[in-house]
């Protein structure tokens, strides 16, 4: 069978891809957060002097998902395009930069490491960025499901910094478990 693949057939290998990556990139990142107690509702970050910039809880509860969508069907993109130049490369920045971000809230939220997560979230911007470039001659479309997520990462660097800045005792602020003492 010497026949190319008819537009149909195309796009239900996108779909394949799509249904894999769209879920499994969701999960992952919902659980990394909820794992590491992220977000309101963890007596650490409660106690911290948060900057007037801080969104409400719910904001970050629907950011989050659409972005791990537009996240999943970016990957499903470059997934479905085999044998395209600088594939390979482009998607290990890809994972290298998911990875990362899956790392974020355990430092932040689990850890309270606020500037080892401000450089972690810079880093992550900074390989997204290179990803969103490999992305660019593969599938354009691609790239530009990561400019959101870029600008998301930027606002979340932006806050990140004024966390640090207005916490300089951050990492002790609040034990990480509650103790107790028998004497």
């Not at 409660?46 to 969508?69: E, H, R």
Request: hydrophobic share 60%; proline share 5%.
């Amino acid at each position: 069978m010497s026949e190319i693949a008819t537009q149909g057939q195309l796009r239900m290998s996108y779909l394949r891809w799509a249904l894999v990556t769209v879920p499994a990139i969701v999960l992952a990142g919902s659980l990394s957060g909820l794992l590491s107690n992220s977000g309101y509702g963890n007596r650490w970050f409660d106690a911290l002097d948060l900057p007037a910039i801080t969104p409400a809880g719910w904001v970050f509860a629907t950011v989050w998902p659409i972005l791990y969508v537009c996240l999943g069907l970016s990957l499903a993109m470059i997934l479905h395009a085999r044998g395209a130049k600088g594939r390979g490369f482009a998607l290990l920045l890809f994972f290298v930069q998911l990875i990362a971000n899956f790392a974020w809230s355990p430092l932040f939220f689990g850890q309270h490491q606020v500037s080892t997560a401000l450089y972690l979230i810079i880093f992550i911007l900074m390989v997204t960025v290179a990803t969103a470039l490999a992305f660019l001659p593969i599938r354009k479309a691609a790239a530009w499901l990561l400019i959101p997520y870029m600008a998301w990462l930027t606002f979340a660097a932006v806050l990140n910094f004024q966390i640090d800045q207005r916490n300089p005792d951050a990492e002790t602020l609040v034990p990480a478990a509650a103790s107790t003492q028998i004497g």
